[in-house]
Structure formats: structure tokens, C-alpha cells
């Protein structure tokens, strides 16, 4: 963040900034009694500038659970999209994938008939979807790995496919993860997937598990994700975020993350750059 936007952002807040890292992430402790009018007041200091904001209370910041949604959250594409191409189908299915996740499609229906379009094709194209196309979006090893080092319970749940959230767990560092199963025939997809389909409904209640077994209180709960289906589980946490969310996602999300990468939910607890964790792999 540049500094002369943080001087203005100290003006409106009438205290000083605090940098938890330098010309990158800064915070304003404040004592204004409306947040959102500071919220509004910030980000028309801000403008144009490619610079995310949250005003946050300071109490409970550190969060004990982080839940996180997969595709176009902690990766950086959608997996059934990236299959879709290998099956020649990608447009079609890209489409569905899209108005899904904007929330105009019921989303079990949609995921049926998205996988309905993968029927035939061969397993190989798995594994070849991961290796070539999935990646670890910037930040989450961060997150992931910082969150865990603090004591904190890290889920990974996705309304796609156990072959890559589990891939994608091991290699972010989530300590546990759950999805959709493709079924197959042995050699190649089936065009099914088992049932009940995980969907909006499904990750709320992964959240809401999670709290009850590790006693877990919801202000203490961090949740992630991009897409209608997350939004249950972001407005059940105690810090939603929306990252770089679908706009009906972005709008009911209490903090959301357009341009940063996702160190930015650690900078939003209070961490410091000097306490992020990333061990790399």
C-alpha cells in the first residue's frame, strides 16, 4: 500500500499506522462507532487503487478454525472445467460452472450434468488435469501453514473432486479435506457422481462440525471462497471473506480480498510478515 494512501487512511482514522509489513499491509487501530461508514469513508480515500480493505474488531482476531474453499479460491482454476477440456466438452461445461457459481443455478443439478459431460473419459486425464493445471494460488501454503503453526484447525472443502482436493490439501498443508467422488469403471469416468453431492448446504455443515468437535466458539471461525456456494459457511463465520468472489458473494461477505493474495487473511488477523509460515514443497 502505498504510503501517501496510508496517510490519508490515517487522517480519516485519526491514529497512526501500523505496518505489518512494510509498504504491503498496514492496520489503523480506530475507536469509530460505525464501521461501515469507515469502511465507505476508506475506500474513497482509496479510489481506484488496486488495495483491499476491512475494518475488523480487534477482539478475537486470530482465528482458531480456517475453512477454505478449493477451486478459484486456494487454486486457481475450476478442476471439472480443466477435465472439460481433455473431454473436448470445456465451453459448455465452463458456462454451467460459471452461472453455478454466480448463484443462477441450483448447484447439485448443475454438478450432474457437468459431470454427465465427462462420461468416457479416461482416468489418465486426472491426473494430467493436476499436473497441468492446477496450482497452489499465491498465499495459501502461507495461510495454511501459518494458521496450523498457530494451533489453528485448517479444513479444505470443496463442492469438486476428492482426486484433487486431496492433492491439494497435502500440498497447501490442510490438515483435513472433503469433496465430491467421481465414480468410475475402472478406466474411465462413469458420467456420475456420488451422492448427496456436497454443495452449500454440505460445507456449512462441515464448518459446523468442525466447531462442535474441537469446541470451537463462531467468532473464532474463518471461512473462504469465491462462489455461491460458499456463501453459507462465510455468513455462519466469524470472519467471511470473499476472495476475488463472485459479485453475490461479494456483497453479503463481511471482508472481501479483490486484489491481494491470500496472505491477506493473515494480515487481516493481525499477523505480522515476520510470523507468516511457509515452508515451501
Known sequence: ???????????????????????LAVEFP?????????????????????????????ERRRKR???A???????????????????????????ITERAMRGELDFPSALRHRVALLK??????????????????????????????????????????????????????????????LLE??????????EPILGREAKLAMLNELKAAHGIADADTLAVGDGANDLAMIQASGLGVAYRAKPIVAAASRARVDHADLTALLYFQGYRE????????
Request: contains cysteine; glycine residues 10%.
Open 1 to 23: 500500500m502505498p504510503r501517501a494512501l496510508a496517510e490519508a487512511a490515517a487522517e480519516i482514522t485519526h491514529t497512526k499506522p501500523d505496518w505489518l509489513a512494510e509498504g
Open 120 to 181: 468416457g473419459l479416461a482416468l489418465s486425464a486426472l491426473q494430467r488435469t493436476y499436473d497441468e493445471r492446477v496450482r497452489l494460488n499465491a498465499g495459501a501454503r502461507a495461510l495454511v501453514q501459518t494458521m496450523n503453526a498457530a494451533g489453528a484447525v485448517t479444513a479444505l472443502v470443496s463442492g469438486g473432486f476428492t482426486f484433487f482436493s486431496r492433492r491439494v490439501a497435502a500440498a497447501a498443508g490442510f490438515a483435513l479435506n472433503r469433496a465430491n467422488v
Open 65 to 67: 478454525l480456517l475453512i
Open 185 to 194: 469403471d475402472g478406466g474411465a469416468l462413469t458420467g456420475t457422481v456420488s
Open 69 to 95: 474453499d478449493m477451486d478459484s479460491t486456494i487454486i486457481g482454476c475450476e478442476c471439472i472445467d480443466e477435465l472439460a477440456d481433455f473431454a473436448g466438452v470445456k465451453p459448455e461445461v465452463a458456462d
Open 30 to 58: 480506530s475507536i469509530e462507532s460505525d464501521p461501515a461508514a469507515l469502511e465507505l469513508a476508506l475506500r474513497a480515500a482509496i479510489g481506484t487503487a488496486p488495495v483491499d480493505v476491512a475494518v475488523l474488531p480487534a
Open 274 to 281: 515476520r510470523e507468516i509460515v511457509d515452508h515451501g514443497g
